[in-house]
């Protein structure tokens, strides 16, 4: 039975004080004339997204976007001297010499809404292009579906969205019975094939634009810059072709031509190889099989895979290996498509009848039960057994049925494959599990290296190794021999998660990536807090961090700067994040490979630290500062000047007009006598001598954010800003986990950490609230049977009944919910009918009788995570106890609500209720007697 805390939660609010953590403030001394939050300042706040720069680090674009408005294009270069907006530009591109920026214009937000309200489409975008030296942005082109620029720098090349129009045909007749171009569309049937739009290369340096009509979508520029591959789709198919423009001189070569061809999956290699499919379209206007073939500046070659009741599809994966000598595509087996449907009257024939039903069955023996066949139908539809076409023209089919290649391996010799399709019933109950294999790219032949096997592998820069997780060690297996062997053993610290607080295995701190040196290879993986070296084929071990990250309690992580690199050599110097698990604090610090010892610190404060990314061909990085009342702006790093940061964007200006509060850490004891952390938020102005309203907001670890930004913004989550400038002070705790009593573990958490703010004179204990939602919602649900320590509770998407639940479908995905019972977030570590009591006291619903706290239950009733008849179960009950409940359910909305009148409506709602049960705000007629449905 699950314990009663009435009497406990006295004894806790009279109890001497603990000793606490000391608090640590992170923000500035609040300004004077700051003022509170309106709900039109929450849906003006701006984000960043889309940061960009150029390959010479000289030019950064971004898109600040408001939560409801029209965003901006931000140029900002990064020694200062230049900044240029673009009104609604998004999707930044950059030119790698910083010149030019290209940002994709969106239509208003007005125009949008227009369009919505009228059930038409919405106005297409456009193109607008920055000239950073001269400050100025040209004329929008409007219409425009893509745009890239080349890596020369050159040319800018954007495809036209405009139907083309056409002169009559002068070949026919002219009669007044000659049909027109839309009739001839409506009369058509259905086809794959679709004319194609202008596509306009402009050079950057003269402004001269050529124009190629026809152009299909799938047109690509080469890794290099200088060439452009386009597929025509004229009215005439017999015009269709494949061309290759070199950009510097026009000249175009065609490379393919049939008639009523569709090209797709144009692929350049790093070395300049383009690689394309062909494929015909069919009496009935689909796609038939297709031809892959190659080309490199003279002949291209057609690839013939000769594997019976194979073909290659339409739909297909290309991808070229670094060094272009291997190209891996996907063949299918060729099977009939479905039967169309018998519209003929069936008559009294059983058999005809019955060609109508619809009707699943459901099998013990599924692998997969049937709404998880369901989500995955149309992919598997689209599925492909990847194959590799060799230099030399020879094909190896790699995957079958059940295995797959886990990724496109970059040696010559060897591939990782898993199959997973035998334990696909488990997945159900359990985690995720496949047998493991190394596959000879030269014969298709595999060797197996693993089964049952549930966690990360990774296959070596030089493919001869595979690299696995036995639950306790690194394992390094010789894919040629299948021999493994434990590489880790001499780290005597723990390589799994230390907290690690659900039921399933442990899972290992990480993989940062592979050192090659010569022939040698080594992994390179994480403890808690410092990276280690460990030879793949034997050899010392090396703490490259030099025991500095837990000697002071500091996470440090790799930072992959380049996408591009395969793996790192030892005259590397690695760029790490550190964060400092006591103040909470993350950094950015160094290490060179070639030097293991403590790592050197670049950027270190009082605040969270974000790499963004570094340019590709100069030491200028970009990075992100915030601090819980800090706006992330972005700020480059140039020359490795860490210490110099320069600040490139003011994206909220108003800011400082706003009150935000200050962010300090605590600590306190837990009912087990665990220490527990979290962040409070007092007011601005906040008088030690005045006792304040709590909310407190929680999901599972929250003291990490006490040095990140909280973006104030309309959600279903409350605003802590417009809260804390309100006169709230906002509590933010962690909880720790007990396997089988995720609620009690969130009582023995919670209630001494809401004790502590009232022993040191911050709560007043008659106007504390909780807000959770989805896991957080089903610990504010069952808290509210448990404890009257609140006087408020918000509950949103909850599990009420962990019995019904254990026995639903999660419909996002179909799968069964079983697993997050049994394994993860749920906790309970057993079966229902093997640990019964566990799925009942932790069920809010089966001690609805002891909830006399005011409660708000919120769900969207297309839940596809947290099934909304969880809450209907639970507020049936509490209307049938006449407690005080009111639901809130918003049609079509799934786990958190997306139209943005829902998102409004659920935040005011939120704030409505606190303010009424916390400040005393008249309480308005939905919360007072419900509202009548309205036929809507």
């Known amino acids: 039975m699950p314990f009663r805390y009435a009497l406990l939660l006295v004894a806790l609010l009279i109890a001497p004080a603990e000793a606490f953590g000391q608090r640590r403030s992170t923000a500035a001394p609040a300004a004077p004339a700051r003022r509170a939050w309106t709900w039109h300042d929450l849906m003006r706040f701006r984000t960043t997204e889309g940061i960009a720069l150029s390959v010479n680090g000289r030019t950064a674009a971004l898109t600040a976007k408001p939560d409801r408005g029209d965003p901006e294009g931000l140029v900002v270069t990064t020694d200062g ?131 190629i009509r026809f152009v299909a979508e799938g047109w690509v520029l080469s890794d290099d810059g200088t060439r452009l591959a386009y597929a025509v789709a004229s009215r005439d198919s017999t015009a269709d072709a494949l061309y290759v423009r070199t950009l510097a001189t026009g000249a175009t070569v065609r490379l393919h031509t049939a008639t009523n061809t569709v090209y797709r999956h144009l692929t350049w290699s790093k070395t300049g190889r383009l690689a394309f499919l062909a494929a015909g379209i069919l009496r009935d206007g689909t796609l038939g099989p297709a031809t892959l073939s190659r080309w490199e500046g003279g002949e291209t070659t057609t690839a013939r895979p000769e594997v019976l009741g194979w073909i290659v599809p339409a739909g297909n994966r290309l991808a070229w290996t670094d060094d272009g000598q291997r190209l891996f595509f996907g ?20 058999e005809a009848i019955l060609a109508g039903r619809t009707m699943d069955v459901w099998h013990a023996a599924d692998g997969r039960i049937q709404p998880q066949q369901k989500k995955r139908w149309a992919d598997e539809q689209k599925r492909v057994w990847l194959a590799v076409l060799h230099d030399d023209g020879r094909i190896v089919r790699l995957d079958s049925a059940d295995i797959a290649l886990a990724d496109v391996p970059q040696n010559a010799e060897t591939g990782l494959q898993t199959a997973s399709e ?117 050899g010392p071990t090396v703490n490259v961090t030099g025991s500095a990250g837990r000697s002071d309690s500091i996470r440090f992580r790799v930072i992959n700067t380049d996408a591009r690199k395969r793996f790192y050599t030892p005259a590397d110097t690695l760029l790490l994040s550190a964060y400092n698990e006591t103040t909470k604090e993350n950094g950015l610090a160094a290490v060179a490979l070639n030097r293991p010892g403590a ?24 990075v992100t500062r915030e601090t819980y009342s800090t706006f992330p702006d972005v700020w480059a790093v140039s020359g490795n000047r860490f210490d110099a940061p320069r600040r490139l964007t003011t994206v ?160 996002e995905t179909g799968m069964s919910r079983q697993f997050q019972y049994e394994q993860t977030q749920s906790r309970l570590g057993a079966t229902l009918w093997n640990g019964r009591d566990r799925y009942l006291d932790n069920s809010p619903l089966f001690f609805a009788d002891r909830m006399n706290t005011p409660l708000l239950l919120i769900h969207g009733d297309e ?26 359910q918003y049609r079509g909305e799934g786990h958190h609500p997306a139209q943005y009148a829902n998102k409004l409506d659920w935040a005011m709602r939120m704030k409505t209720f606190f303010d009424v049960h916390l400040l005393g705000a008249p309480a308005p007629a939905w919360m007072e007697q419900g509202t009548a449905y309205d036929g809507r």
């Open 81 to 211: 001297s230049t900044a240029v907006s673009v009104e609604r530009g998004t999707n930044a591109a950059v030119s790698p010499d910083g010149r030019f920026v290209a940002f994709r214009i969106v239509p208003t937000l007005a125009a949008q809404e227009r369009a919505r309200r009228q059930r038409r489409d919405a106005p297409p975008n456009g193109l607008a292009v920055v000239d950073v030296n001269a400050r100025r942005t040209a004329p929008t082109v409007p219409n425009v579906k893509a745009f890239a620029f080349a890596q020369t720098g050159r040319h800018l090349v954007f495809h036209l969205g405009t139907p083309e129009r056409h002169d009559r045909d002068t070949t026919r007749a002219d009669t007044s019975n000659t049909p027109t171009r839309d009739s001839l569309q409506r009369a058509a049937p259905p086809t794959r094939r679709t004319e194609g739009n202008s596509l306009v290369v402009r050079d950057l340096t003269t402004g001269d634009e050529a124009t």
């Open 599 to 622: 790592p050197v610190w670049r950027m270190r404060g009082p605040e969270y630290v974000r790499f963004v990314r570094k340019a590709e061909g100069a030491a200028t990085v970009l």
């Open 863 to 888: 839940d596809g995570a947290v099934p909304w008849e969880q809450s209907i179960e639970y507020y049936l009950a509490l209307r049938r106890l006449n407690k005080p409940v009111v639901f809130l």
């Open 331 to 350: 063949l299918r087996p060729d099977t009939p498509g479905a039967p169309k449907p018998d519209t003929a009257f069936a008559g009294f024939n059983p």
């Open 652 to 811: 909220n200006p108003q800011s400082d007009s706003l009150r935000w509060g200050n962010a300090e850490l605590v600590s306190w004891r837990g009912l087990d006598g665990e220490r527990l952390e979290g962040v409070v938020i007092k007011p601005e102005g906040y008088d030690p001598a005045r006792r304040y309203p709590v909310i407190v907001y929680f999901y599972e670890l929250m003291s990490d954010r006490l040095h990140q930004f909280a973006v104030p913004a309309v959600s279903h989550r409350p605003a802590l800003a417009q809260y804390v400038a309100d006169g709230y002070v906002v509590f933010l705790p962690d909880i720790r986990y007990e396997v089988g009593r995720p609620g009690l573990s969130a009582l023995k958490a919670l209630v001494p950490g809401v004790t502590m703010l009232v022993e040191r004179g911050i709560a007043d204990a008659s106007r504390i609230g909780l807000q959770g939602h989805s896991w957080g919602g089903y610990q504010a649900a069952w808290l509210a049977t448990q404890t009257n320590v609140f006087r408020a509770i918000i509950a949103g998407a909850p599990v009420s009944n962990m019995t019904s639940a254990y026995g639903g479908i999660r419909w």
């Open 422 to 538: 035998r334990y696909a019933r488990e997945v159900s109950w359990d985690g995720s599990y496949a047998d493991v294999f190394a596959v000879d790219l030269t014969t298709g032949q595999r060797r197996r290296l693993a089964s049952h096997y549930g966690g990360p592998a990774r296959l070596s820069p030089s493919g001869r190794h595979a690299l696995m997780f036995d639950g306790e060690q690194w394992v390094a297996t010789d894919t040629r021999t299948g021999e493994a062997r434990r590489i880790s053993t001499a780290i005597a610290r723990p390589l799994v998660d230390e907290e690690h607080d659900t039921p399933d295995e442990a899972p290992p701190y990480g993989l940062a990536g592979f050192v090659v040196d010569g022939a040698q290879e080594s992994a390179l993986v994480y403890d808690r807090f410092d990276l280690w070296r460990l030879p793949l084929a034997g």
